[in-house]
């Protein structure tokens, strides 16, 4: 563990010390900006492995009590158990090893939710190509929620799985995912929740969700490292899973005879989310999650940080409704959001508009997203998004709204 400093009330004087970024940034459902503790977590384990060699077992014992550490901390953030936590590059692997971990067959179908990024469709639209599997896309209502009774129309004996995006990436709402828990437990259906967007800003508890799998990634909301993220493996639901790439640490071989023999030794695959595992670690992406976890800690808490980005999206919203333009998807109230907002601006293109705005130094992006479910329900090509985290002051917002006057943007293209 590391020396831990608790911040009261969102000092947000000490989180911008310890975030020197130096330009508004407004993109954190992306990737956000670490602060420096997770940057010095991830050089420590350079300096291990070059004071005493990563397998030394000096080294190894320093490397493997952060790993341990960092496992203990990601399960706590979630309510659930260590051994239910398996690493993974980011929140996509996450997912994809559930797809294909389940061995979907002919026959067998899916439920996604219709608002989904691609990361949260596209491994089960592969298996529907290779596997000949179904696809069923939950059905959504304006202002961009899952519609739960049609969902529940769509389950019946083949559905093998409900996978549900907590927050589309480009429209911000907040979807019903303990509702879509208790349907899913109804019908005996396992669940996934991609909470790659909202883990460290919004309170997950896997018990009360109801989920069988969860994925997470840690660059996000969470402050962690590019590289980073988890997926949480139910212990009742491990054995529905088949390791993805079976080797050392996802399983054991069954030694028969006293000899090495490919013939007659059995693969075992690992209890617990460990069967997930895919070799070697990457121990400094894990030291830095680790850490990043940590410091959400110290910063409060989630919900404190929760409370803080609501009180900014809030403020944000009705700035930018007094803008003439401004064209927010979704709802108008920043409790539905999970800390972004998307919006076009009325006649400006979206390229111009994101183009613009980081011009004028403010971090956004501005594009489709992967997610045609939210652009069909829209009725727009891409949109402009603005995520805001408890860092951000309300001097960066107000000076981002500024930027938003249709007239100016189309005259600074011009020039």
């Known amino acids: 563990m590391y020396a831990s400093t608790t911040y009261n009330a969102m000092d947000i004087k000490r989180l911008r010390e310890d975030t020197p970024c130096r330009n508004v940034y407004l993109n954190h459902v992306s990737t956000s900006v670490p602060p420096r503790q997770v940057v010095e977590a991830v050089s420590e384990y350079y300096c291990i492995s070059t004071t005493f060699g990563s397998t030394s077992a000096r080294g190894q014992s320093l490397t493997l009590d952060r790993v341990a550490s960092a496992r203990a901390a990601c399960a706590q953030m979630i309510g659930s158990a260590p051994e239910e ?4 590059a980011n929140g996509s692997q996450a997912i994809s090893l559930v797809a294909q971990g389940l061995e979907l067959k002919a026959g067998d179908n899916v439920i996604v939710d219709g608002l989904s990024f691609i990361a949260n469709a596209a491994p089960f639209l592969w298996l529907k190509k290779t596997k000949g599997i179904e696809v069923r896309f939950a059905p959504v209502t304006m202002p961009g929620i899952t519609d739960l009774k049609g969902l529940e129309a769509m389950i019946d004996r083949s559905t093998r799985l409900i996978s549900i995006c907590h927050m589309p990436n480009n429209l911000g709402m907040l979807q019903p995912v303990h509702e879509i828990g208790h349907i899913a437990k109804k019908h005996s259906v396992p669940y996934m929740l991609d909470a790659a967007n909202t883990i460290g800003m919004q309170t ?57 023999d490919w013939d007659k030794n059995l693969f075992i695959p690992a209890p617990g989310a460990a069967r997930m595992n895919m070799g070697e670690y990457d121990f400094p ?42 064209q927010i998807l979704g709802s108008l109230r920043a409790e539905d959001y999970g800390g972004m907002v998307g919006f076009n601006i009325k006649d400006v ?18 594009h489709s997203f992967f997610s045609p479910g939210v652009l069909k329900l829209f009725g727009v ?35």
């Open 85 to 88: 936590i398996c690493f993974t």
């Open 204 to 260: 997950l508890n896997v018990s009360d969700i109801g989920c069988d799998f969860m994925a997470a990634s840690g660059r996000k909301y969470l402050r962690g490292p590019s590289g980073s993220g988890f997926l949480y493996v139910n212990s009742n639901a491990a054995e529905m899973l088949e390791p993805l790439v079976p080797t050392w640490n996802s399983g054991t071989w069954d030694w028969r005879e006293d000899k090495w």
């Open 381 to 415: 090509k891409g949109v402009v998004r603005f995520c805001v985290h408890c860092w951000n002051t309300e001097d960066e917002l107000d000076y981002a709204v500024s930027l938003l006057s249709p007239e100016n943007i189309r005259k600074t293209r011009q020039q």
């Open 349 to 366: 293109p979206f390229p111009a508009v994101g183009c613009h705005l980081n011009d004028n130094n403010v971090g956004v992006m501005a």
């Open 285 to 326: 992406a894990i030291f830095g999650l680790g850490r990043a976890v940590e410091y959400v800690e110290e910063c409060g808490g989630v919900e404190k940080i929760r409370q803080r980005t609501e009180q900014l999206l809030r403020y944000l919203i009705e700035k930018m409704n007094r803008v003439p333009g401004v």
